[in-house]
């Protein structure tokens, strides 16, 4: 998709999702649910074996099944096509394990892994305005026109050559008319000739 958006950038293309990063964010968030479900179930044996009943005890159970229903809506949101986000799920597991023994330490690995999710979940995007092109990436890559030999957008492929020899190559996620491949070449050649015309 390629968009123009009223302040700040002249053009926005947005970029083919990285399916396999994706996916390896969520059987990471996965993962950990399932460990801190476990762990959490287990305490709660100990605890009932150990005669201990009332609020921590429930705790132990409550939260493996809040964790294990929060997956399972994930699951029909991926299988109806919507991105999943695991972060409640995982909020309410460093919640547990804040609670836990000595569990301070996965506490805020779980906190951070539930903040980190949806902003390393966002779609990549490349903006282009007539200083700089920035990539969304974490961090944010930005290279002035000074840098670019080319920039070219063709059969949803964006091509930007840099004058260090780097070629970049990515699918744009949604079809460009030939008007708007038209629009946006002539726009990063005007760049580039600027540049030109300004050394």
Known sequence: MITRPIKTFDYIIVLNYPVKFFKAIDIISQLMLAIAAVAFILRGIVLFQNGHSGGIYTINFLIPIFIF???IWCYRQQSRGI???????????????YLYPKGLFFAILYLIAAVLEKPAKVLPEVAFDKKEIV????PSKKFKWE?????????????????NNQLIQKTVNAEVTPEQEKEFNAFCAEQINNTKAGN
């Open 69 to 71: 229903s929060w997956w």
């Open 83 to 97: 991105m999943p986000y695991y972060r409640f799920a995982l909020m309410l597991a460093a919640w547990g394990w």
């Open 135 to 138: 990539f969304n990436s974490i």
């Open 147 to 163: 840098q670019v030999n080319n920039v070219v957008l063709k059969d949803n492929i964006l091509t930007i050559d840099l004058k």
